[in-house]
């Protein structure tokens, strides 16, 4: 029964904390890899597991370990690994905004590495303060990645501080995709860094154009530092805007995706 073996397999990777396909497959010889990744699709859709090239990741190891590592900003990468269908809905709408032959910049955050892995076919120029980004970027031949430099936050691999707003200052950017930790009408887009907040302040004031993506479920949380306004945007892809956040959008005019 289908619903056994997803018990089965969810079961191995809490146990272990990440398993390959190929284990799957060897502990399921009686079906096929493509049945055991559909398995991994819905047991990641219930919000039980994150996959990953070749196989899946336990969410509890991957929240423990966060929580270990003091992780600032904890609360809402967590959410964002309990949302991962969200995630890629988003991605996948923000992706034909990316015109091929312009200087895109590419904001750091687990959205961000879904938007890269759908750029992977065309030719753009991309600069982004996200390290695992530009790894992601790198894999699309016909790119060109600049990564900026500075300072690391090891709980999303950002880059940001004093050398990267040098570096965005001598840099032209036709469009910026931003990610945002929360919004609210009052606070509008915030984060919890105060480096990355300076950077995407820098960033949106030198691009041409700005799209931010950001998951319903941050929809009415503030973070400590705010970047920019709705007004200041010019579009917003989201999954589910709120009836609230609709009203706004009239009135300021943004485009929402």
């Known amino acids: 029964m289908p619903e056994t073996r997803r018990n089965l397999i969810y079961d191995l990777i809490e146990k272990k904390g990440e398993v390959t396909i190929a284990e799957l497959s060897k502990m399921f010889p009686d079906v096929s890899s493509m049945t055991i990744r559909r398995d991994l699709d819905v047991l990641e859709n219930e919000n039980k597991i994150v996959k990953i090239k070749g196989g899946a990741k336990s969410i509890s190891h991957l929240s423990r370990s966060m929580i270990k590592n003091n992780n600032v900003e904890d609360d809402y990468v967590r959410r964002e690994m309990l949302n991962p269908s969200l995630k890629d809905e988003i991605a996948r709408k923000a992706a034909p905004l990316a015109e091929e032959g312009r200087s895109i910049f590419i904001d750091a955050g687990s959205t961000m590495m879904s938007l890269a892995s759908n750029l992977l076919d065309g030719r753009y120029y991309v600069i982004t303060s996200g390290v695992n980004v530009a790894l992601e970027m790198s894999l699309n031949k016909h790119a060109k990645v600049h990564l900026l430099g500075g300072q690391l936050n090891r709980s999303n691999f950002c880059v940001s501080g004093a050398g990267a707003l040098e570096q965005i200052k001598e840099m032209n950017i036709d469009i910026a995709f931003m990610g945002a930790s929360g919004f609210s009408a009052e606070g509008g ?69």
């Open 189 to 257: 887009f915030t984060n919890g860094d105060f480096n990355e907040c300076e950077l995407k302040k820098a960033v949106i004031k030198k691009a041409k154009k700005t799209i931010i993506l950001m998951d319903s479920t941050k929809l009415g949380k503030n973070m400590p530092y705010t970047f920019c306004q709705l007004s200041d945007i010019d579009a917003l892809v989201i999954d589910k805007p709120s009836e609230k956040l609709l009203g706004l959008v009239r009135k300021t005019g943004t485009e929402l995706v």
